[in-house]
């Protein structure tokens, strides 16, 4: 893959061919049918928000659903994750239901935080997922925090904290992946690097813009991965929760992906350009995943067709009941303030 | 003359004023980008093409980029910062508050801090983090102006007083306000377009505007408040209600004068806010009225507030949590019949 | 039963919570270092060598240890993080209120934030960066408790009560009254000690303290200005004005029942704040008691509060800015007489 | 020199005697003045501190003479430096007079800044000293912000700006460096690293505790300098100017220091080990340039007294015109908050 700028990190290695046979069957279509229900979830939102059925604001992540999914497929059920305004696939990637966001987004009672929330704030704790935070790097800090808790409680769990390039100047940032390092927290730093902030390209905030390099001068690990490559994050993941689960955190993951979609709502992306664009939609996360399966001998177009249409029927069943989901009553206004 | 949104308005404004005086220059995030959308509500679209290395994309960094502004104020620059929801003033405030507001003062008079800084608010479908109320954060820091604009020519006018000014000021805009255009239309927008003049002209950063004369009641609000207590002040008339109407404006010094006026007219006020009611500006205005013309009052100031809640951000709370011109006009019939 | 000043209560209400709750733990800068001060005012002396790896010291970092703490307290441990003045909170506002006041809320109710943040205020001859009173800018955030400690014994128990508290509790101590000692001592130091019972033992939340009783006019203040406002009471007395004086105490929410209880005896109402009138906790008590018992006032309130400047360094200048007791009976004279 | 923790960064190299050499006679001398007029200047406030008759809070700076006087000397009388708390050092150094300042620290209406700001916010523009900054690192943006003004404007000016080791934790360090390093602005980033913020030691709150070693992550250079060797800091600081000025800035100076008395007030600094205070004592930057300017055939011991006497003297005018210097009025309380 080529990127346009040479000031940017290099491109990863094309996929190591060895992961996809480390893995049995089950746990690949797994992996596959996540993606999959991502990218139709985040087309599905994208339609009711321009029909203008769904309330809101949206901010999604077509085009980097292998980040979500690979990672979250390398922590426990009991272990965390943060996200940030850009969270729908976070969501579904730690096991939050279709049905429990779709009725958030349509601001019923039962969606998962009663309607209170939003798209930008989507969370389960149950299932360990923190209501996104829509401030920009505002989640490191509190990941870093959890991690502190892990280790105080000295319980096994790790946290993975997503964010965005962007989100690497913020001053939050800094102190957060600082205090993380010093005190060897459980806390896996995912940075999804997909070039932009909003409508700023990388290049543009960052004179080095190598964020996996970033670790070292707080004298941790960090590594670039191709963001792209679902059993490479997959795998990268692995390590660094393992690292972390040992006690030798932090680390920095920085997956290079691309975001295929407008920043939030109607953006046309008119600042991304043709030549960067083309390259990156010819390695969606998801297509590769793909050809890649049907090279297994286990593998058929037939099973991927029947993940589609699975997910398919998931998203329609949801939206037919989010649409039918209790509102809330101004009683509920007041209520959830404090404990 | 011509009829023109706020954000238009704002843009026009900054644009006269950097072509007026070179030392003026814009930064913020995303407000300069070739193909972007001119900051978050398309207020400097176009501006960078105009004027070349004087709109400064900076990274996300609000605490950074305020703080710049605050240092290139000090060496002769007059910058405009804006940043893209209020919410995120959080960030900004050390340097707005620690250093750009003292500087003067704990130089012995011997620095200026002639920066705006422009910030969007208001609850608009988004949840709790892009939706507060944040004038009420400032209106309490000696030596910040604090303005907020709810018509085009106010924005305008104010905009280029307040470059004009060798002090901070802090200008407050409404998300459903900008007027703003194509995939940056806001839902539930309300029209705030003006005739705009063609010369030059200036709105004072410390005078409120009596929009609308009456006898019974004063009504006073800001930004999106000041329009719906207009409205709430038709429908109040067709009761026989005479209100009048007064937008704050200036929420940092208020202008006890033009209030005042009003106050001792009507002997009755009602305070209309967009932001929980607990420790908003409508209590300093209270309080203030209290000390200024207590003897005019013959009823109790009454605040119309938000709940003091977080924003939620399902729509059916959202209109709950904002006053809106169903509880103005509840609350003013009581005041009058009081 | 012994003599304690705030700085040593509050450091044996910490040490017992974290005896009773091993979730109990502090962080914050300067905290725990071996040879070092317990923190800016001497709360933690001692306690790092007590509880060993419970007493963080971080960097300097405070938007970051603050949004640790807030992360940790939704992990189910009790964070106590302080600031060594109150000023630095404007660098760790973000996490305070877009995360912690908010966590809660925007989660449907699922998250709790069970954390506390000290933080000592007012102007000590430091100019003005390590002066302001910060109160005034959290008692607008839902989802935020905040109190002030006047005396020892509430320090206690207010500190016990906020970290058996489930949510974020703001605890606003003052510089004058801590009765740090050694090295730490403060010129102009109050005093501020109580006779500290032996077992345990709470102060809630959410209550104002009638510290003395009068009947001719209510003497509303907290921090070093409910000290100033006893002085003044004495020297009233000795007038033949019987004021009473409340130690507003609860900021967030505030207490009307005590204080409207108060109102409805005497009528008139003299608020005294530390920190410039405009904008301050003072406007929404005003606000407030207008809403609560106009019927009761005889007079407008009054605030006698501290003048809209950054606070000046020079010693005469912090005097000037600041209320003190002469100006406290001035206007309660007046006030009383009018 | 050895420095007991294995972590700090290496002990940079005995003082290069070229340099001493390169300077004329009047040049050294005036370097020599400038850091004794420090140092005794601190003893003095420190005095009168003490025996109660100056009101406020001191930061002082004994032991760390060389910073500041380095750094300014290679700066032009119309470039800006800004400061912290800690700025007495800082505002000799650029010219401020021992009587602007002790009136200020006096609380006189004569003093730099009318007795308005203190001992923390010590300044003066028209000798291109901003009011010292006493939140930590937050005159780094700040002092960013002037260099941006001056490219904008296309004035030959830099800033430099002093911050200490402790505020290399802040979010504002990293933000105004990234911006600073990004747009090649003329900023020297000065830090005086006397290995403690407060009483925390430095290898308490950074992992890779060399500082010099964070500029590489934002893409530009940074050098650490012997901070007590004042030729050094000096010519490091030339090099830093003038790439500063050809538009090549920023740089990031990491000069090594230490702290001889207490952090603020009374402290007595317990936390500082014996033997890493006899280390630093016997280093101490003006006994070792007194020492190195003997060696000089055109300096005598003579010389030396002649300066200390000097300034003895100027300080002690200085004190007795301070405690007779006119207090403001209460009509002042109001002034000077607007412009
Ligand atoms: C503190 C803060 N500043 C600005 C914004 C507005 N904003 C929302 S998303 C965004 C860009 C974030 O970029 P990045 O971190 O790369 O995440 P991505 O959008 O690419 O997922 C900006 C500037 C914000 N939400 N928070
Ligand atoms: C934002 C902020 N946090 C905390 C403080 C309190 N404080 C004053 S000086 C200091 C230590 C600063 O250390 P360093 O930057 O190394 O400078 P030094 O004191 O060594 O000169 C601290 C924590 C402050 N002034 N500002
Ligand atoms: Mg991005
Ligand atoms: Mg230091």
Redesign the pocket.
């Known amino acids: 893959m080529n990127l346009p700028a040479s000031s940017l990190p290099p491109a990863p290695a094309v996929g190591d061919a060895s992961l996809l046979h480390r893995h049995d069957r089950d746990f690949l279509l797994g992996l596959y049918e996540r993606l999959v229900l991502i990218r139709e979830f985040e087309e599905r939102v994208k339609f009711l928000f321009l029909e203008g059925t769904m309330p809101g604001t949206i901010?999604q992540c077509q085009g980097q659903e292998a980040t979500a999914v690979g990672v979250c497929a390398a922590l426990q059920a009991d272990d965390f994750i943060t996200s940030?305004?850009?969270g729908h696939g976070h969501a579904l990637a730690k096991g939050l239901t279709v049905q429990e966001m779709l009725d958030e987004l349509f601001g019923a009672t039962t969606g998962c935080c009663k309607g209170k929330g939003g798209s930008m704030h989507l969370g389960n704790m149950a299932k360990g997922m923190v209501p996104g935070i829509?401030?920009?790097a505002g989640g490191i800090p509190l990941a870093a925090g959890m991690a502190l808790a892990f280790k105080l409680q000295r319980r096994p769990q790790v946290v993975a904290c997503f964010?965005?390039?962007?989100?690497v100047a913020?001053g939050a940032f800094h102190e957060g992946v600082n205090m993380a390092a010093l005190w060897n927290l459980p806390v896996v730093l995912v940075c999804?690097n997909?070039l932009?902030?909003?409508s700023t390209r990388i290049d543009k905030v960052m004179k080095h813009p190598c964020v996996a390099a970033r670790a070292a001068a707080y004298g941790f690990r960090g590594e670039t991965v191709d963001g792209n490559d679902v059993l490479a994050v997959h795998a990268a993941a692995q390590r660094a929760v393992a690292e972390c689960r040992a006690g030798q955190g932090p680390v920095l993951l920085e997956l290079l992906t691309y975001?295929r979609t407008g920043?939030s709502r109607r953006d046309a992306c008119h600042y991304q350009a043709k030549d960067e664009r083309e390259a990156w939609f010819a390695r969606d996360p998801i297509e590769r995943f793909g050809a890649q399966l049907l090279g297994r001998s286990d593998v058929s177009a037939a099973d991927l067709a029947a993940v589609k249409a699975r997910v398919e029927q998931q998203i329609q069943t949801g939206v037919e009941r989010a649409r039918q989901a209790p509102q809330p009553t101004i009683a509920d206004l007041t209520t959830d303030v404090f404990a | 003359m011509k009829r023109q949104g706020i954000a238009e308005a704002l843009r026009d404004g900054i644009a006269e004023e950097m072509t007026r005086d070179p030392s003026v220059f814009c930064i913020g995030?995303?407000i300069g980008v070739p193909g972007g959308w001119g900051g978050a509500f398309t207020v400097t679209l176009g501006l960078a093409e105009k004027f070349p290395g004087r709109v400064i994309d900076t990274p996300?960094a609000?605490l950074g980029f305020t703080g710049m502004a605050v240092g290139a104020a000090m060496m002769g620059m007059r910058p405009i910062a804006d940043v893209?929801?209020g919410d995120?003033l959080f960030?900004a405030s050390d340097q707005l508050i620690n250093n750009a507001a003292k500087m003067r003062y704990m130089s012995g008079g011997t620095v200026k801090v002639p920066m705006v800084m422009r910030a969007p608010i208001g609850a608009t479908g988004r949840g709790s983090q892009h939706a507060q109320s944040m004038e009420r954060y400032f209106i309490g820091v000696p030596g910040l102006k604090v303005v907020a604009v709810s018509t085009a020519y106010d924005a305008k006018g104010v905009l280029k007083a307040a470059v004009r000014d060798d002090n901070p000021v802090m200008i407050f805009e409404h998300k459903l306000l900008y007027g703003s255009k194509g995939a940056r239309a806001e839902p539930g927008a309300v029209d705030a377009t003006s005739e705009i003049p063609d010369g030059d002209y200036v709105v004072p950063l410390d005078r409120a505007a009596v929009r609308r004369e009456g006898k019974h009641v004063t009504l006073l609000g800001w930004l999106l408040m000041a329009h719906y207590a207009m409205a709430a002040a038709d429908l109040l008339a067709a009761e026989g209600i005479e209100a009048e109407v007064i937008d704050v404006r200036s929420l940092s010094p208020i202008d006890y004068d033009t209030i005042g006026a009003s106050v001792r007219k009507t002997g009755r006020v009602l305070l209309v806010e967009e932001g929980p009611k607990t420790g908003g500006v409508s209590a300093e205005i209270a309080a203030g009225l209290m000390e200024h013309c207590a003897d005019s009052l013959m009823a109790p100031i009454v605040r119309v507030a938000s709940a003091d809640v977080p924003v939620p951000f399902t729509p059916v709370l959202e209109n709950a949590y904002r006053p809106d011109v169903a509880r103005i006009v509840a609350a003013a019939r009581r005041l009058a019949q009081s």
Chains 1, 4 share one sequence.
């Open positions: 901010h940030t305004f850009r829509a401030i920009v964010f965005g390039d962007g989100a913020e999804e997909n932009y902030g909003a975001r920043h | 995030e995303d996300i609000e893209q929801y995120f960030l």
